[in-house]
């Protein structure tokens, strides 16, 4: 049970880079899925006002990484134990959960590099 919920909802397979939007939020899976690389992008507080709190799941079932990053660097913060801390990266059939912690600040666990 994840907030008071049983299931989830399941998006359509993104087959392209895909960026956040608010009816992602809590209960939903969102499935990359690629055989290349592809971007699962957080928007900035200006554009998407996701409250605090929020948490996004993010599964890719494709053969190439994704990459979870911030629309704006510069505005939007991603912070993540990855390699690369402002755009960690998953595997293929494997997860990670966004959380948003404040306006424009987004930590992601799970299983990434």
Same mark, same amino acid.
């Given at each position: 049970?994840?907030?008071?919920?049983?299931?989830?909802?399941?998006?359509?397979?993104?087959?392209?880079?895909?960026?956040?939007?608010?009816?992602?939020?809590?209960?939903?899976?969102?499935?990359?899925?690629?055989?290349?690389?592809?971007?699962?992008?957080?928007?900035?507080?200006?554009?998407?006002?996701?409250?605090?709190?929020?948490?996004?799941?993010?599964?890719?079932?494709? @053969?190439?990484?994704? =990459?979870?990053?911030?629309?704006?660097?510069? +505005?939007?913060?991603?912070?993540? %134990? /990855? &390699?690369? *801390?402002?755009?960690?990266?998953? @595997?293929?059939?494997? =997860?990670?959960?966004?959380?948003?912690?404040? +306006?424009?600040?987004?930590?992601? %666990? /799970? &299983?990434? *590099?």
């Amino acid at each position: 049970m994840f907030n008071g919920l049983v299931t989830f909802t399941v998006n359509t397979d993104a087959t392209a880079d895909y960026t956040a939007v608010i009816a992602d939020a809590y209960q939903v899976l969102v499935p990359m899925n690629k055989a290349t690389a592809v971007a699962f992008k957080l928007p900035t507080n200006a554009s998407v006002a996701f409250p605090v709190g929020t948490a996004i799941t993010v599964l890719n079932k494709g @053969a190439g990484l994704c =990459t979870i990053s911030a629309v704006t660097p510069g +505005t939007t913060t991603v912070l993540s %134990a /990855g &390699a690369t *801390a402002a755009s960690p990266t998953l @595997a293929q059939y494997k =997860t990670a959960l966004c959380i948003k912690t404040a +306006t424009d600040v987004w930590y992601v %666990a /799970g &299983a990434i *590099a």
